[in-house]
């Protein structure tokens, strides 16, 4: 399979207020795709575009290589916003009365409470449930019916750290049983504790697309320096540091991917060459800086 989603300039308008604005964006098999935006940058009315609950203005999207609309979005579980719960039944009755509404067997409740980590919690009801759990719940609601397509919407807001970190492990456990799972999320440090792509989202625009490789390649320790000439500066760097982490910026500037502890030394060199030296300093750029960088740079 190429692609489990796959859109072309879409676009939704309210009011001629364009939410989302051309996004074209794919999503491979086995992928943990994180929708990194901000509150009200539009992320939710583009999931609701992929599953129906909202009509496209212009563009297109298709499914699992173009397969027929209806039956591939059999194959999609969601979680948009707040997961509907009754809260006075529990874990298992829920999931017994969505099987239930969806036409589905429910042979696979239990499994699904084990996977999601609730098959303990017996008749306790869901009024009684932490907001984690009745997430996780959420997420088991997703699972009714084996789908090959999770779409979670902000599926770690408001949690306290425990819950933060129960919803993260059951994402890569799912990963791992081969769901393709699509993330929207403004918790910048968590996703990147477990995407494997990310598509950065501002003002209804994606403004970037980046792997989870090449996001850390671009962060980290490092070391800027700004000179009048920076290929003559980078030769010279090399040479001293003895690596290839060395590389000279769209902006002209010299980038070393780690922190340098003898700047004085580089610099002395580097006026010695004829070099002048305008700025040197270290810095750690984390993933959290880089997707701010790029939303405000939109």
């Known amino acids: 399979m190429e692609y489990v989603l796959k859109t072309e300039n879409l676009t939704k308008e309210y009011s001629h207020n364009r939410v989302v604005d051309e996004i074209s964006l794919?999503?491979?098999?086995?992928?943990?795709?994180?929708?990194?935006?901000?509150?009200?940058?539009?992320?939710?009315?583009?999931?609701?575009l992929i599953l129906g609950l909202a009509n496209t203005t212009s563009g297109s999207f298709s499914l699992f290589d173009g397969e027929n609309i209806f039956k591939a979005r059999r194959r999609i579980g969601s979680l948009v916003e707040s997961p509907a719960l009754y809260n006075n039944m529990s874990a298992k009755d829920n999931l017994n009365m969505y099987c239930a509404?969806?036409?589905?067997?429910?042979?696979?409740?239990?499994?699904?409470?084990?996977?999601v980590g609730l098959k303990d919690t017996g008749k306790k009801k869901v009024r009684d449930f932490s907001l984690g759990m009745k997430q996780r719940l959420g997420i088991g609601m997703a699972l009714v019916g084996n789908p090959d397509f999770l779409m979670l919407d902000e599926p770690i807001n408001g949690l306290d750290p425990t819950g933060i970190v129960e919803i993260r492990e059951l994402l890569i456990k799912l990963k791992e049983?081969?769901?393709t799972i699509f993330i929207s999320s403004h918790y910048l440090g968590e996703l990147e504790k477990i995407a494997t792509v990310y598509g950065?989202?501002?003002?209804?625009?994606?403004?970037?697309?980046?792997t989870a490789q090449e996001l850390s390649k671009k962060c980290g320790k490092r070391t800027v320096i700004k000179t009048d000439n920076a290929e003559k500066a980078k030769k010279i760097?090399?040479?001293?540091?003895?690596?290839?982490?060395?590389?000279?910026?769209?902006?002209?500037?010299?980038?070393?991917?780690?922190?340098?502890k003898d700047i004085g030394v580089i610099t002395n060199e580097l006026f010695k060459s004829g070099i002048v030296v305008s700025e040197i300093s270290n810095e750690e750029n984390s993933a959290e800086d880089y997707f701010i960088k790029k939303m405000e740079e939109n």
């Open 26 to 48: 794919v999503v491979k098999q086995g992928d943990i795709y994180g929708f990194v935006g901000k509150n009200g940058a539009g992320k939710t009315t583009f999931i609701r």
């Open 101 to 115: 509404m969806l036409g589905i067997d429910n042979k696979k409740v239990d499994e699904i409470l084990s996977t």
């Open 177 to 179: 049983y081969g769901k």
């Open 200 to 210: 950065i989202i501002s003002k209804g625009k994606l403004i970037e697309e980046i």
């Open 237 to 260: 760097v090399t040479s001293l540091l003895k690596t290839n982490n060395v590389a000279v910026g769209a902006d002209g500037s010299l980038y070393v991917r780690e922190n340098i």
